[in-house]
């Protein structure tokens, strides 16, 4: 017995100084918020305005950081409130990597995808704050540099069009996992569909996983709408094998 209560106390003060910063026992007491995988999502910006019906000026010309999601566990601990201040030292990669491309003002972003997705993260040691949060993002975004593995296999922003086993096969030979491709169709009635979303998956090792498995369900953007910031659409879905995929360059994508 006296093994168990060493191990008991052990493992508290393990807990207690992982979670210095993470009030863990409101989020358990909110129920189950059990996670397996992180997505990490990109976006390609002139289709978050497209969805949106919006004209957006000063568009970047690569892929940007949507967000990073642990699969199936949102709104973790609403009392944990976002204060960009715990990032002040990230705002230069923030805004250039992962900004609200429909806003002049990017926080209201990263507030929402925080109170959503990183309070459920920070169960983790490595995520248990706002700055160690989006930092892990920035750091995965980086390393997994999406616009260059297109580039690297032939696949770039033009008038042409692609098959989706191209671009699942170049996210594969890279990262040695597979990816979700995700699309929209402008009218039901064409004969392609546009790239607009890429999802990179991670183990809570934040080692590159399978996003599908069996017995997953698709991960669609229609179930992530944050407050402001109204992107998501119902014709958003993962890609379909066998129609045409077009990638709209970032300056005249829908000429």
Sequence with gaps: MKCYAVLASLLGFYCLVCHSGYPYRKVSEAGSHEWTKLILTHHWPVCVCKLENVTCKNLPNYWTIHGLWPYKAQMCNRTWHFNVKEIEDLLPEMNKYWPDVLHPNHTALW????????????????????????????????????????????????TKYYKLQDIE????????????????????SQDFQVLAQIEVCFTKELQPRNCSEPGDQAVQMVNNPPAAWNLLSEEMGLCKDGLQIYYPPYDQPWV
């Design 111 to 158: 507030k929402h995808e925080w109170v959503k997705h990183g309070t459920c993260a920070a169960s983790e040691c490595i995520m248990d704050s706002q700055h160690k949060y989006f930092s892990t993002a920035l750091d995965l975004y980086k390393k997994t540099d999406l616009n260059s593995v297109l580039v690297k296999y032939g696949i770039q922003p033009s």
């Design 169 to 188: 096969d170049a996210v594969h030979n890279v990262y040695g996992v597979t990816a979700k491709i995700q699309c929209f169709q402008l009218l039901q």
